[in-house]
């Protein structure tokens, strides 16, 4: 089956730094990939879809300029949370979107931020 | 190695009752969520159980035991609108989600 790979599964870092995860189709090719953010007990929410090749489209309310996403080949799209704050301390999770329109969710990365 | 195992599809008629299982392996528990999904959408949360028991919130209920490894959302008073794919999700022991592939559930008038 297809599957979805995080890098790293959880990271801590101190306010005001920078943390880039990686998201990665290992044995598909996803020309769509998704951010998501869950809050403790919340929905997933779509940050933004990143198609390859093209800049991210982003949710309302998400800020482009602090999660910078890169989506630079047909494996592997990378989320940047720039200058870090603890309210950002949180759990990310990938999804990619396969030929057959399936999504396939990533195991996700726990971001602490102290 | 981890798994989550639920049944591919299922079918049901609308004012029905249906119960989705999830069975899982993982290293460590550290709670388990239902997620519905509708097609094209991201998933929405249903429920989150870490403590065994059975968690009721409205027409869907969801159930866990930590012992066997088990869990099961049940769904009452089935809608046209509840058509959609149910995801089981378990959060290991290094806080990673293990995900289930996801139950597509089918209902009919």
């Known amino acids: 089956g297809a599957v979805v790979s995080q890098h790293p599964s959880w990271v801590i870092c101190k306010s005001g730094t920078s943390v880039k995860i990686e998201c990665r189709s290992l044995d598909f090719q996803a020309t769509t990939m998704f951010w998501y953010r869950q809050f403790p007990k919340q929905s997933l929410m779509l940050m933004a879809t990143s198609n390859e090749g093209s800049k991210a489209t982003y949710e309302q309310g998400v800020e482009k300029d602090k999660f910078l996403i890169n989506h630079a080949s047909l494996t592997l799209s990378t989320l940047t949370v720039t200058s870090a704050h603890p309210e950002d301390s949180s759990f990310y999770i990938c999804?990619?979107?396969?030929?057959?329109?399936?999504?396939?969710f990533g195991p996700g990365t726990r971001l602490t931020v102290t | 190695g981890q798994n989550i195992d639920q049944p591919t599809e299922m079918t049901a008629t609308e004012g029905a009752i249906v119960q989705i299982n999830c069975t899982y392996q993982?290293?460590?528990?550290?709670?388990l969520f239902w997620y519905q999904q509708h097609a094209g959408e991201a998933p929405t949360f249903l429920s989150y159980n870490v403590l065994d028991g059975l968690e009721e919130k409205g027409r869907f209920s969801s159930f866990l035991s930590r012992s066997k490894g088990y869990s099961y959302l049940l769904l009452k008073e089935l809608q046209m609108k509840d058509s959609a794919s149910y995801l089981c999700?378990?959060?290991?022991?290094?806080?990673?989600?293990?995900w289930g592939a996801g139950t597509k559930l089918i209902i009919k008038p």
């Open positions: 999700a378990v959060v290991d022991s290094n806080y990673q989600l293990i």
């Open positions: 999804s990619a979107r396969a030929a057959d329109y399936e999504q396939y």
């Open positions: 993982t290293s460590g528990f550290n709670g």
